[in-house]
């Protein structure tokens, strides 16, 4: 068989095709702010629009009526200069046409003077008095004249202009002013609409881009971030206004979550570490301290000096393990409230914590019979690590005496433990990352989870720890636990 199959190559589809132009301009969806924007410029349009048309026909309609009006006025001015104000019919025909009017009628003192006659309408004309005309009434009239019967004529009066008397009146065909007026709105409404058009395109051109297209921008980035945090997206825009500072913000809350949980996968990682090696780290920390207690029984002055060193070393090694697992468990359990002593729990703690009379000793300023609401065990673990921070911030003072003072006062509701030490302080940059998981303000030997861990505890009861006060002096604890 002769029979050559293409390359591999040319079956697969092509990667570098062209945007087609849905990806380069892609619709918005009918339910997009785009789509809300452009339908409330076109009502807004639309508004405007015959907020402008209105007036205009109104306007239009009364110019019209006063154009007829004068010329009427002019004509009957020529009737009375001839001799007992005689017309013959065929000079007031001319002149009811030069005017565009069917009669003329001048009041004056009371009187009504016909002077100028055609024969009656078919239809009882409609009366329009301009003296009197308000608002509504003049913006009703020309859409009343457009709807119309085609033989409705209107009989219109005016303050005259040109000549003495009270008013005067004309009668006049409706349909004339119904087919100039529709002509009018109809030029004047593409007009204004054309106008209207351009003035909507450019604001929803200028919303478009000054809103429309950051928005997306903050879209897709937030889009982006969800889909995959680890990855940075598009920089923020250098505006200056409102949006610029939400896309400054977004990018920050977005860098400050991305280090949350590169931080929180370390220590997953660290967990998981940790989980695999605890069991093996416990049977040889196991062995090592069956190996002491029978090195304890041994006559040698050199291994009862080493001992001691041992058994802390010892002790350190089995403290990091824990410590670094219970920090490494999702959550805390939920305190099991009941009444405590308070001066039995100081007491209990302070022996744990290494604290001894003839070192560094423990001063207690707590009231007889104090009692204290919180779960013992846990409440044992806060004070155990204040203890000893204080312990080992007196010894890293290359001391051998001190002394851990702990009083207890009530406030508004709370029970407030202070835990002071007379040592030489915390450093101030270090102070303000005590409370943040592997920071230590202690020794070498500190795992930096002691606090962190105390202040989560503080905070299962409802209370807080904090530092209140450090200095060359000494350094104080607060913790607050609610009654």
């Known amino acids: 068989m002769n029979d050559q199959s293409p390359p591999q190559d040319d079956l697969r589809p092509s990667t570098d095709r062209k945007p087609g132009w849905r990806e380069r301009w892609p619709i918005p969806a009918p339910d997009g702010l785009s789509w809300r924007l452009l339908l409330l410029t076109v009502g807004f349009t639309l508004a405007v629009e015959a907020l402008i048309i209105a007036p ?38 001319q002149l009811l046409a030069i005017g565009g009017v069917q009669s003329v009628v001048v009041g004056e003192q009371g009187v009504r003077r016909l002077l100028l006659q055609a024969p009656n309408p078919p239809r009882t004309p409609d009366l329009i008095d301009l003296r009197h005309r308000n608002f509504g009434a003049r913006l009703i009239d020309p859409w009343r004249t457009l709807i119309g019967h085609p033989e409705r004529s209107l009989r219109v009066q005016a303050r005259p202009r040109y000549r003495s008397g009270d008013f005067i009146e004309i009668m006049a065909p409706a349909q004339p002013l119904k087919l100039e007026l529709r002509t009018f709105l109809l030029n004047s409404l593409f007009v204004s609409l054309l106008i209207s058009a351009v003035a909507g395109s450019l604001l929803y051109a200028g919303l478009s881009y000054l809103v429309l297209q950051p928005l997306r921008r903050v879209t897709r980035s937030i889009e982006h971030f969800a889909t995959n945090p680890e990855i940075e997206g598009e920089p923020p825009s250098t505006r200056h206004d409102e949006i610029g500072r939400v896309e400054r913000e977004l990018a920050r809350m977005q860098d400050e979550v991305r280090q949350s949980l590169r931080s929180r996968a370390r220590l997953v990682a660290l967990g998981q570490a940790v989980a695999k090696i605890n069991h093996d780290l416990r049977n040889m920390l196991t062995s090592a301290q069956i190996a002491s207690e029978r090195l304890a029984i041994s006559p040698d002055p050199q291994v009862a000096k080493v001992l001691p060193r041992l058994e802390r070393a010892l ?10 697992l219970e920090y490494g468990r999702s959550e805390e359990p939920a ?67 001190g002394v851990v003072r702990v009083t207890v006062t009530r406030d508004d509701g709370f029970c407030i433990i202070r835990v002071i030490d007379d040592g030489p302080g915390i450093g101030s940059r270090m102070a303000g990352r005590l409370f943040e998981p592997f920071v230590s303000g202690g020794g070498s030997d500190g795992t930096g989870l002691g606090l962190t861990i105390s202040r989560e505890l503080a905070a299962n009861h409802g209370g807080d720890l904090r530092l209140v006060d450090t200095g060359p002096n000494g350094t104080t604890f607060e913790l607050r636990l609610p009654d």
């Open 56 to 93: 205009s026909a109104a306007s239009f309609h009364e110019r019209w009526l006063l154009d007829r009006l004068q010329s009427a006025e002019l004509a009957s001015v020529g009737v009375e200069a001839l001799p007992y104000s005689a017309v013959e019919d065929d000079t007031a025909a």
């Open 335 to 401: 305190p099991q409230r009941s009444a405590i002593a308070l001066g039995a729990a100081v007491a209990a703690a302070a022996e744990d914590a290494g604290l001894e009379p003839g070192g560094i000793k423990l001063s207690r300023g707590i009231p007889a019979r104090s009692m204290v609401n919180a779960d013992a065990d846990q409440l044992h673990r806060i004070l155990v690590n204040l203890m000893r921070n204080a312990r080992q911030a007196i010894e890293t003072a290359e001391r051998s005496k």
């Open 315 to 324: 002790g350190r090694a089995a403290t990091l393990a824990r410590n670094v």
